[in-house]
């Protein structure tokens, strides 16, 4: 079945603590970004991949790094979670930059306490 | 920039048309999206308008006028698992490619 898959689903930590959101999508496809979602302000990116060792910043990429060592992961990484980042993260791919269709993931709700 | 206004929250009832709209004001276009959300679920796509016109998808159309920076989602037929989030998203220029989400339209469709 082509999905995108995130883990964990839903994470509480503390302030200060590293953590690491997986994204992987099974359908060889070359872009893939990190959004998150917060009531009252939509959707906003995070950062986005166009293709293997190709990252660059979204509209919100503070406090937030990627990497993009495989075609099919795209982890995002908070160094030092604060109250803040409280929010659901969603991960979408799609098959190339122009595509007109994204695919997302489950979602992540995150807790920074 | 980008700046994209959508309605917070419609309500209709099951069985009839309802019209969601959209209006944007970018420093270029290419591009806008519409998504459905329901509650605690990631977003599916619906539809994809680059030129104006109207595109119709079985129950879903979607509508663009750039001169205007105006798009609606039109869903026909309602039926009561359409309750959901709508979301509207536009596609800037340059090599990014990036879409900026609007906040969403709740719609709430009652029996």
Redesign the interface.
């Known amino acids: 079945e082509a999905q995108v898959t995130q883990n964990p689903r839903y994470l509480i930590t503390v302030t200060g603590k590293k953590l690491t959101v997986t994204c992987s999508q099974n359908m060889n496809h070359e872009y893939m970004?990190w959004?998150r979602q917060d009531p009252?302000?939509?959707?906003?990116?995070i950062y986005?991949s166009m293709n293997v060792e190709v990252t660059?910043k979204?509209?919100v990429p503070e406090g937030y790094k990627v990497s993009r060592k495989e075609k099919r992961n795209f982890p995002l990484i908070l160094e030092s979670p604060s109250p803040n980042q409280t929010s659901l993260y969603?991960c979408a791919s799609s098959l190339w930059?122009?595509n007109?269709?994204?695919?997302?993931?489950?979602?992540t709700r995150l807790t920074v306490l | 920039g980008q700046n994209i206004d959508q309605p917070t929250e419609m309500t209709a009832t099951e069985g009839a048309i309802v019209q969601i709209n959209c209006t944007y004001q970018t420093s270029g276009f290419n591009?806008l999206?519409w998504y459905q959300q329901h509650a605690?679920?990631?977003?599916?796509?619906l539809s994809?308008n680059v030129l104006d016109g109207l595109e119709e998808k079985g129950r879903f159309s979607s509508f663009l006028s750039r001169s205007k920076g105006y798009s609606y989602l039109l869903l026909k037929e309602l039926q009561m698992k359409d309750s959901a989030s709508y979301?509207c998203?536009v596609r800037g220029p340059g090599?990014?490619?990036?879409?900026?989400?609007?906040?969403?339209t709740s719609l709430i469709v009652h029996p």
Request: proline share 7%; no cysteine.
């Open positions: 970004s959004y009252g302000l939509g959707l906003r990116q986005y660059d979204g509209d969603f930059l122009e007109n269709e994204q695919f997302f993931g489950p979602g | 591009g999206f605690g679920e990631a977003p599916t796509f994809y979301l998203a090599g990014s490619y990036i879409p900026t989400f609007g906040r969403g």
